[in-house]
T-cell receptor
Framework: DTEVTQTPKHLVMGMTNKKSLKCEQH?????MYWYKQKAKKPPELMFV???????INESVPSRFSPECPNSSLLNLHLHALQPEDSALYLC?????????????????FGAGSRLTVL | SQQGEEDPQALSIQEGENATMNCSYK?????LQWYRQNSGRGLVHLIL?????REKHSGRLRVTLDTSKKSSSLLITASRAADTASYFC???????????FGGGTRVLVKP
């Protein structure tokens, strides 16, 4: 199984709603990522989890709250979002490098969740 | 600020022609990767080149890396309509776990 599965594929929410994006992988990867991508722009890193611990937060507003319940799952909880938060949210996973193993940080991406905030 | 900048931003070619795109970066890197993204979908890893390598091939893909100029190029030979996508370079600093993407090149291959 070499897939990263993201749900839902599309989400429309109001600014007062609370919703969650979900991501799952079964490749034994120990690093998981959330990226945000606006139209015709590159993906921008939001969060990195390494061995289920948050290792990087790229100064993301607190209305985005990540959670890693176990090594296979990654959630992104959304609350009080703004219309400018509308974007494609991409989850990715990779073998983790902090253990010192050799190898490069090759990411496997999910298909993304398209979020529209009204 | 973005680590990588790519040019051209967009490229339109006929099927069978070669497509070349370039990536420049600002700081030292551990390795450089290229990814492809079909419209509105996730990214797919294409090829990785390490900082001590100068050229690498994978099928119809050829990647070069010039660390003295802090630049890389991706060549797609004998392009096909299915190669229509956005292509991003991504750099991985020695710290690991943080992959930073360049601005991307949108490639249109016309049948």
């Amino acid at each position: 199984d070499t897939e990263v599965t993201q749900t839902p594929k599309h989400l429309v929410m109001g600014m007062t709603n609370k919703k969650s994006l979900k991501c799952e992988q079964h490749m034994g990867h120990r690093a998981m990522y959330w990226y945000k991508q606006k139209a015709k722009k590159p993906p921008e890193l939001m969060f990195v989890y390494s061995y289920e611990k948050l290792s990087i937060n790229e100064s993301v507003p607190s209305r985005f709250s990540p959670e890693c319940p176990n090594s296979s799952l990654l959630n992104l909880h959304l609350h009080a979002l703004q219309p400018e938060d509308s974007a494609l949210y991409l989850c990715a996973s990779s073998q983790d490098l902090t253990s010192g193993r050799s190898g490069a940080n090759v990411l496997t991406f999910g298909a993304g969740s398209r979020l529209t905030v009204l | 600020s973005q680590q990588g900048e790519e040019d051209p931003q967009a490229l339109s070619i006929q099927e069978g022609e070669n497509a070349t795109m370039n990536c420049s970066y600002k700081t030292s890197i551990n390795n450089l990767q290229w990814y492809r993204q079909n419209s509105g979908r996730g990214l797919v890893h294409l090829i990785l080149i390490r900082s001590n390598e100068r050229e690498k091939h994978s099928g119809r893909l050829r990647v070069t890396l010039d660390t003295s100029k802090k630049s890389s190029s991706l060549l797609i030979t004998a392009s096909r309509a299915a190669d229509t996508a956005s292509y991003f370079c991504a750099t991985d600093k020695a710290a690991g776990n943080k992959l930073t993407f360049g601005g991307g090149t949108r490639v249109l291959v016309k049948p």
